[in-house]
C-alpha cells in the first residue's frame, strides 16, 4: 500500500533539574501529507524534592488523533481478497505519579502508578481498489452508508457491496473503550552489602466497552467502581545473597 509522506514536530521545555522543584513540557504533532491524518500530544510533568530522601513526581498526558487509514479487518468477495480499512478518532488520557523514598541508605520505598484512558472511533469504512494508484483517494473505495454498510444491533456491519439486496459479508463494530490502572510499590532491603531483599506488590485494574466515545467521568468509574472488575493483584519476595569468597 502505498502511503503518502509526512511531517512530524517535537518541542519541549524543561527548568533546571538541580532544583527542589522542576517541571517542564512535551509537545508533539504530526500531519500526514494528502489530508490522511494528524496527532497531537501534550505531556506536561511536576517533580518536586522536598527532601534530599524523598522525590515525588506527577506527569499527565492528552493524546488526540485522526488517521483516514486504520486497518480493520479483511474479507473475502467473489474469490478476492477485501483490505477493509475506516477513519479513525482516537483519543488518550493518562497520567503517571510516582514516589522514592530512602528510609535509610539501606532502606528504599518506591511506589509507580498509571491510570490509562484510551477510546476509538471509526466511521467512513472504505475497501482497498488500487494500493500503488499515483492519486491517493484513487487507492481505496468508500462505502456508502445509506445502501451498502448498515450497523446490526450496535455489534457488526452488514455490508452489501454490489447493492443486489444480499448482505456480502460482516465486520465486527470495532469502536473501542478501554481503561486501565498499573501500579507497582517495591520495598528494598539491603541488609549486607551486596545482599538485598526485594518485596513487590502490583496492581492492575482494566475495563472494555465498545462505546467508542470518552466520557472521562464514566470511564474512571468502569474503572473503579464496576463490580465485575476485580483488581489482579501479584505479591512477589525477591531474595539474593552475595558470597565472598577468599
Do not use: C
Amino acid at each position: 500500500m502505498k502511503m503518502p509522506g509526512g511531517s512530524n514536530e517535537w518541542f519541549g521545555l524543561f527548568s533546571d533539574d538541580r532544583k527542589k522543584l522542576v517541571y517542564g513540557f512535551n509537545i508533539q504533532n504530526s500531519n500526514t501529507f494528502k489530508d490522511g491524518g494528524h496527532s497531537i500530544s501534550l505531556s506536561p510533568q511536576i517533580t518536586y524534592k522536598p527532601t534530599n530522601t524523598l522525590v515525588l513526581s506527577l506527569r499527565p498526558s492528552i493524546y488526540k488523533s485522526y488517521d483516514e487509514l486504520q486497518y480493520v479487518t479483511q474479507s473475502g468477495y467473489n474469490g478476492d481478497d477485501r483490505y477493509i480499512f475506516a477513519s479513525i478518532d482516537q483519543k488518550t488520557i493518562s497520567m503517571s505519579f510516582r514516589v522514592n523514598f530512602n528510609v535509610s541508605p539501606d532502606l528504599t520505598l518506591q511506589y509507580w502508578g498509571q491510570p490509562f484512558i484510551a477510546s476509538g472511533k471509526y466511521y467512513d469504512f472504505k475497501y482497498i481498489t488500487s494500493p500503488i494508484a499515483s492519486e491517493y483517494t484513487n487507492r481505496f473505495a468508500v462505502y456508502s452508508p445509506s445502501d451498502q454498510i448498515t450497523l446490526v444491533d450496535n455489534s457488526y456491519y452488514s455490508i452489501d457491496e454490489n447493492r443486489d439486496g444480499n448482505n456480502d459479508y460482516y465486520i465486527g463494530k470495532p469502536d473501542f473503550n478501554v481503561q486501565e490502572f498499573l501500579s507497582n510499590l517495591v520495598v528494598r532491603w539491603e541488609f549486607n552489602p551486596g545482599s538485598t531483599v526485594y518485596l513487590v506488590w502490583s496492581q492492575s485494574r482494566s475495563y472494555y466497552t465498545g462505546l467508542g466515545e470518552m466520557d472521562f467521568m464514566n470511564d474512571i468509574g468502569d474503572l473503579f467502581n464496576r463490580d465485575n472488575n476485580i483488581p489482579h493483584n501479584i505479591f512477589l519476595i525477591k531474595f539474593s545473597y552475595r558470597f565472598g569468597l577468599k
